[in-house]
């Protein structure tokens, strides 16, 4: 892996972003770099503030998004989340891979901002198998689960827009899935 651009990791909640991310974080130390993204959703138990995301008020978020700090931001699940420029500068200065785990709105955005980054979504193998996970994670209510289970569809017709991906990877055996992830990074 040589000079890379920038990440972009797109899927449905609960398919496995966070999940592959965090061993190409682990195989690779210290060539990748996390964007810290802000949300207003609240912390679940074990989530650090300024590590998993920054966890903000609404009102705070809302200035900082007017001011100009933000380079996408999208309503999620009913609750905003962004990647502030200060996120990717952060990962840049420590001379990292920037990789980004942030919707398919998010990712119109950054497709059309200067960063020339590297597209990928990731697919559940199906919805029954992707209600099973975002269940079995154990970190959602059921009203929560519902709305990013309906959600997930129109992520997914992203998918059929040629070109927007760079790769679509199913992440169905994870150790594949994995190795598809490292083979389109390798490839850009
Ligand atoms: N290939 C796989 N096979 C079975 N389980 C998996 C696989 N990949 C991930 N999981 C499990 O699915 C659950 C959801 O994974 P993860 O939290 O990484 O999803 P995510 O896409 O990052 O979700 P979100 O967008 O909500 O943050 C976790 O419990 C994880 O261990
Ligand atoms: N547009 C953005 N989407 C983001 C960002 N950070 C995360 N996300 C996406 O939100 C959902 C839900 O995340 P969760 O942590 O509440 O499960 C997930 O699919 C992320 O990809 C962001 O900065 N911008």
Redesign the pocket.
């Known amino acids: 892996m040589s000079k890379l651009r920038p990440v972009v990791m797109c899927?449905?909640?609960?398919?496995?972003?966070?999940?592959?991310?965090?061993r190409l974080m682990a195989d690779f130390p210290g060539r990748f770099g996390f964007s810290v993204s802000h949300t207003t959703r609240a912390p679940r138990p074990g989530e650090e503030d300024g590590v998993h995301y920054n966890f903000v008020q609404k009102a705070a978020m809302e200035a900082d998004i007017a001011a100009g700090k933000f380079l996408e931001y999208a309503h999620v699940h009913e609750n905003i989340y962004g990647t502030s420029l200060a996120a990717v500068e952060a990962v840049a200065q420590k001379g990292q891979v920037c990789v980004l785990?942030i919707d398919v709105q998010g990712a119109e955005i950054v497709k059309k901002s200067s960063l020339d980054a590297l597209f990928v979504f990731?697919s559940p193998p199906s919805m029954e198998?992707l209600e099973a996970?975002?269940r079995?994670?154990g970190?959602e209510k059921e009203e929560s689960i519902q709305k990013?289970l309906a959600n997930a569809a129109g992520e997914m017709a992203k998918t059929k827009v040629e070109g927007f991906f760079h790769a679509v990877i199913v992440?169905?055996?994870?150790d594949r899935?994995y190795g598809e992830l490292k083979t389109a990074i390798d490839a850009q």
């Open positions: 899927g449905p909640s609960g398919v496995g972003k966070g999940t592959l991310i965090n785990d990731i198998e996970r975002l079995g994670r970190t990013r992440n169905d055996d994870l899935a």
